[in-house]
């Protein structure tokens, strides 16, 4: 078979599939929506494909792709945009021109992209953190932090942790005239997970303890410890995210043992010795009644995977798993969730947890969303959700930064 043949099977596949496709009813500009799907799913396909006989490895078409959508680091007449580095990672700023004799705010930005993809320099993050920068005159710190497979857990963290402390410095903050008592940490999708994580971290840090008045987290990812909670059953083909391509890239950050991502598609990949951690994810305790649905709550199978991976029970993994008394010391924090979003429930179950040891949570929640929309604002990809997410969250940080 040649390979015009396959070209021609699988451009058939796809369109037949874009055609049937199914989309959650109330998405708005649901043809789009599945234009964007049906482009991810294919990439996806492509990457097995190419996997499969040898081109290339699965994850390297999603970072090509994403480096399609870099952008220089252009200043215009009311941002300057510097590309720098802090403690030896490289860092984007956005810096608003405008003279004021008040201090800044500053908001420190983690991209998602599932461990493996992505950066701060991707024009819809670029354009977003412009936007901010400009219209409520903060300094913006995107952190272009180490990527598996090539660095693994927890490489992304630790160059996030040091970023953000290397900018914390009073001498740094007066440099660029940041207020130390305004600074904000935002993380969408598995930026959520770091943002999250290098919260948690800095908190329970007697240096840092109070140096971060806010978290963000825009649909985060906050743990794979459990993956049949609803929200993963509801939507485990996406939209735009799905459990299959999730987990292929995700499992990259702790090893490349492909026999984690069956254990994963399976809910069988967590150790024997784990059993006292799900009690932090346990969604039948955790999630509103509407989320629990006819779903029934099941016991983990545990100790199923050969090796041993003990970082699966590691909160700066999965910050799910961190404790109350760990909990209780966060801050204001902003979260945003979409319906229909296999990653809702995470955020439901932490929603509920800092609520329940007294953490003041803001929780906006979009009833016709869906994952990663915030990504989707350019060009023929641009949908309506991700200019209203975005809008939601600058307007949070306006009433509350
Ligand atoms: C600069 O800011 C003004 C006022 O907010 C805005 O109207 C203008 O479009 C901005 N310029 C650019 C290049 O974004
Ligand atoms: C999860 O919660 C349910 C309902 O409260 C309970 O029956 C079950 O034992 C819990 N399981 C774990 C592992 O925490
Ligand atoms: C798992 O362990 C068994 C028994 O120790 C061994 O025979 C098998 O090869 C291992 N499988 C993998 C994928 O490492
Ligand atoms: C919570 O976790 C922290 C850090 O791992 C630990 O020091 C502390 O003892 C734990 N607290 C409880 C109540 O388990």
């Given amino acids: 078979m040649g390979y015009k043949t396959l070209c021609f099977g699988f451009s058939c596949i796809l369109f037949a599939y874009f055609l049937y496709l199914p989309i959650p009813e109330n998405v708005e500009e649901p043809w789009k929506v599945k234009y964007v799907d049906t482009l991810i799913k294919a990439a996806s396909c492509m990457a097995t494909l190419f996997e499969n006989i040898g081109l290339m490895k699965y994850e390297k078409i999603f970072s090509i792709v994403a480096t399609f959508y870099i952008a220089q680091p252009v200043s215009d007449e009311n941002v300057t945009v510097i590309d720098t580095d802090f403690s030896n990672i490289p860092v984007r700023l956005h810096v ?150 999730m987990f292929k890239l995700a499992s990259l950050y702790v090893t490349e043992d492909s026999s984690m991502i069956q254990a994963l598609l399976r809910n069988e990949h967590m150790p024997e010795e784990s059993r006292h951690l799900f009690k932090f994810v346990n969604w039948s305790n955790f999630l509103p ?84 929309a915030l990504s989707f604002t350019m060009g023929a990809v641009a949908l309506n959700l991700g200019f209203k997410i975005r809008d939601r969250y600058i307007h949070w940080l306006e009433e509350n930064l």
Avoid at 122 to 136: C, E, G, P
Avoid at 203 to 217: G, M, T, V
């Fill in 289 to 372: 009644e509407k989320y629990k649905k006819n779903y029934v709550y099941t016991e983990p199978v545990l100790g199923k995977v050969n090796a041993s991976y003990p970082v699966l029970m590691d909160s700066r993994l999965f910050p799910l798993l961190a404790n109350d008394s760990q909990l209780q010391s966060l801050p204001l924090t902003y979260i945003l969730t979409c319906e229909h979003d296999l990653l809702r429930d995470d955020s439901f179950i932490y929603i509920a947890r800092l609520r329940n040891v007294g953490v003041q949570v803001f929780h906006d929640h979009m009833e016709e969303g869906i994952h990663g």
């Fill in 96 to 245: 608003p021109k405008r003279k004021s004799e008040r201090k800044r705010p500053a908001i420190i930005f983690i991209h998602g992209g599932i461990f493996v993809f992505g950066s701060c320099k991707i024009t819809a993050h670029d354009n977003m953190n412009r936007l901010i920068s400009n219209k409520i005159g903060a300094v913006v710190l995107g952190i272009e932090y180490r990527l598996a497979p090539k660095y693994l857990f927890p490489a992304a963290l630790e160059d996030c942790v040091s970023a953000t402390k290397f900018f914390l410095q009073e001498k740094i903050l007066a440099k660029y005239r940041v207020d130390p008592s305004r600074i904000c940490i935002m993380g969408e999708s598995s930026g959520g997970a770091l943002a999250a994580t290098v919260t948690q971290l800095l908190r329970s840090d007697p240096e840092f303890k109070n140096r971060i008045k806010a978290q963000a987290l825009i649909y985060p990812g906050l743990q794979l410890v459990d993956t049949f909670l609803p929200s993963h059953r509801e939507y485990p083909h996406g939209p735009i995210l799905h459990r299959e391509m």
